[in-house]
């Protein structure tokens, strides 16, 4: 889906659910309300998919200003803070967002959706506590600015950047921290995100296309881009139905995954047919089934 500015995550469940008849609906990686873009959303059978799902990479477009701080670290929160960027230059902008870039240990928003002592963040914030979350580590595969431009007289910048990080990893938290190394502060304006794991924006529809034609990534199509691929005999796709191990064997790797995502996840089968049967974990000389999708069930 491209979910629409405004909209918690939790909100475009429900209207699919309404949308596709069925309560059976989830969803893989929260995109906060001022956010828009790509979010997964498994219906009836393909809920089983997400859990494979939230642990992919994403890339983001954003804008950053630099020169404000916000008690939200974007553009929601009131702004706490105002340091004039004017004499920050494109090069200590490169220079910061290269320090960013790679193996990095970030401390999350004090009000992301990360619970403490069983309660969420952001409802101690607002209950006037002081949230401080401990660093986790993340990757920033690319952090690439695009364009900087001056407001305000230039008092501010807005940075234009596409990122490419690990999951886990807060846009918020970085436009904080580019501000931060640079001495003026920063927030998100502008979170766009365009794609997660295999899937990207050309592949999205709209709530409004939605509700005019229900159109859904079928099954089969959606393992085939997230996993490795073992096409089976028709013998052992009838064991696998069954819930019965089989010979290990070969898989082959879809086209835009990295390698390391890959090995972490576990092997899409399909019949001759083309139906996925299960998702297998292979053991020395046999595969295991993990999850087995009976051919025939009801769902998408």
Partial sequence: MDKPQGWTSHDVVGRMRRLAGTRKVGHAG??????????????????????????TSKTYTATIRLGQSTITDDSEGEVTAETSAAAVSPDAIQAAVAELTGPISQIPSSVSAIKVKGERAYNRVRAGEDVVLPARPVTVHSFDVADIRRENGGVVQDVDVTVKCSSGTYIRALARDLGTALGVGGHLTVLRRTQVGPYTLDQASTLEELAQDLRLLGIDE???????????????????????????????????????????????????????????EERGSEAKPALVFAPGESGS
Avoid: K, W
Wanted: net charge negative; aromatic share 4%; proline share 5%.
């Fill in 30 to 55: 929260t995109l906060d309300p001022m956010a828009t873009g790509v979010l997964v959303v498994g219906v009836n059978r393909a809920t089983r998919l997400l859990t494979y799902i939230v642990g």
């Fill in 222 to 280: 959606a393992a085939r881009a997230l996993f490795r691929v073992r096409e089976l005999s028709a013998a052992e796709a009838l064991d696998l139905s069954h819930g019965r191990r089989i010979g290990a064997g070969t898989a082959a790797e879809p086209a835009d995954s990295s390698s390391e995502e890959l090995n972490q996840r576990p092997v899409a089968a399909f019949g001759p047919d083309g139906v996925l049967i299960a998702l297998l």
